[in-house]
């Protein structure tokens, strides 16, 4: 076998991974023995010689992914066992083989031990997405290593790595069916069903991590009416529908209203209690006073770096203030954060900045964040990127 190239780190800047962080980055390097390139397996020791962990190398601010602890060669048996551990965490707690759900995240990157590997399920197919050309190198062993243990479960696997795999790579991916072959499929969701086509959506084609959130807003729609603003699939809407009045989605893509009417349409045939329209939100949101009792905000990530953080917070804080201030009285917000890099401190920052800006009382009836499908590694907070807030406003 060749020799791992070895990265040693800066005095001091093993801390992190002496705390199992999974990552290194480029700047904590002191020195590197060999010329890895991007995807190479290599291995991290400290400024004294002692080894740290071994991982996929990718010479970007995220220099190191981790992938160990110990000193072992992460190969297809190894892979093969992080993956089975993946899919028994999700029967222990009730996700795999649930009549209810047929939609769920297989792999969560860091979450699962393997940074950089997305993985979803929508009924019998999976679909990958590799944020490294460590996983990317490997996309076929690790497809049929899925299909393998999820056996008759599994109908295709389909690599959408396209837009995921870093920008500055010299490899180009082109999205394909690594195993068997499938147009879009109807899944289903807390017994609601979607339809979910990977090839045009975004991300892997469903935001499957509002699973619970939905369930909760489901509660508060009785005779109610709804604005579901950055509306996607409809997926808040389509749990509002059971008991609302009217429901309305809003998104700036055609797309998208299309599949928000066409989920619709698949659970409640033609009705007109519901509307989905392409328009701006900032814009709509300063025509609505006191036209809803709910408003759900769940708009896309505002910051994906850290250095667009205070943007991203005042984005936030603009959106709430609209929201807040439009909202009839006694009405709810659900509002959300998909950025990893705003914390929930921030954002409860944020919400608090825009309900003081409009001088209303303002409660909060729950904190939202990802479901169990989506776990977060104790020792890498950067996983927990979902949080929410459910708000009564007097
Ligand atoms: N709530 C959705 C996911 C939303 S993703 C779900 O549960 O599945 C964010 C959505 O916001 C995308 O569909 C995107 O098209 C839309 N969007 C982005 N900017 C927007 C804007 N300025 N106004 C309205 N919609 C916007």
């Given at each position: 076998m060749q020799e791992r190239v070895k990265i040693v780190l800066k005095s001091g800047k093993e801390q992190s991974l002496r705390r199992f962080h999974p990552w290194v980055f480029s700047g904590a390097?002191?020195?590197?023995?060999?010329?890895?390139?991007?995807?190479?397996?290599?291995?991290?020791?400290?400024?004294?010689?002692?080894?740290?962990?071994?991982?996929?190398?990718?010479?970007?601010?995220?220099?190191?992914?981790?992938?160990?602890?110990?000193?072992?060669?992460?190969?297809?048996?190894?892979?093969?066992?992080?993956?089975?551990?993946?899919?028994?965490?999700?029967?222990?707690?009730?996700?795999?083989?649930?009549?209810?759900?047929?939609?769920?995240?297989?792999?969560?990157?860091?979450?699962?031990?393997?940074?950089?590997?997305?993985?979803?399920?929508?009924?019998?197919?999976?679909?990958?997405?590799?944020?490294?050309?460590?996983?990317?190198?490997?996309?076929?062993?690790?497809?049929?290593?899925?299909a393998e243990l999820l056996d008759n479960r599994i109908t295709a696997v389909y690599d959408k790595s396209e837009g995921t795999i870093p920008h500055m790579s010299s490899i180009k991916a082109t999205n394909e069916f690594l195993v068997g072959n499938s147009g879009p499929v109807i899944v289903t969701e807390n017994g609601y069903k979607f339809k979910i086509d990977w090839t045009t959506g975004q991300k892997t084609g469903f935001f499957i991590d509002q699973r619970e959130n939905r369930k909760l807003l489901e509660k508060y729609t009785e005779g109610k009416t709804v604005l579901n603003m950055f509306g996607y699939t409809g997926g808040f809407s389509v749990y509002a529908m059971k008991n609302a009045n009217l429901v309305h989605t809003v998104d700036s893509s055609f797309p998208a209203i299309e599949l928000a009417n066409e989920n619709v349409k698949l659970n409640y045939g033609e009705d007109k209690r519901h509307e989905a329209f392409q328009l701006d939100a900032f814009d709509y949101m300063n025509h609505i006073k006191d036209q809803y009792d709910l408003i759900i905000l769940d708009p896309p990530a505002f910051a994906k770096h850290n250095d667009v953080l205070a943007n991203a917070l005042q984005g936030y804080k603009r959106l709430n203030i609209k929201a807040i201030e439009q909202i009839r009285p006694g009405g709810i917000i659900f509002t959300f954060s998909c950025s990893q890099v705003v914390t929930r401190e921030n954002f409860r920052k944020s919400v608090f900045a825009a309900a003081a800006n409009t001088g209303r009382n303002v409660r909060i009836l729950h904190q939202m964040s990802q479901p169990s499908d989506h776990p977060v590694n104790i020792y890498h907070p950067e996983s927990e990127y979902l949080k929410g807030l459910v708000i009564y406003v007097e």
């Open positions: 390097i002191k020195k590197t023995y060999g010329e890895p390139v991007e995807g190479d397996l290599v291995d991290v020791y400290d400024n004294k010689n002692e080894f740290l962990a071994v991982g996929h190398y990718q010479p970007s601010s995220i220099a190191v992914r981790v992938l160990s602890f110990k000193q072992e060669t992460p190969d297809i048996d190894f892979f093969r066992e992080k993956i089975k551990q993946a899919i028994n965490y999700r029967r222990a707690v009730g996700i795999i083989d649930n009549p209810q759900i047929d939609v769920f995240r297989l792999i969560h990157g860091e979450g699962d031990g393997l940074p950089g590997l997305i993985v979803d399920f929508y009924n019998g197919v999976a679909v990958m997405q590799m944020h490294s050309i460590g996983f990317y190198r490997i996309r076929q062993e690790i497809a049929s290593i899925l």
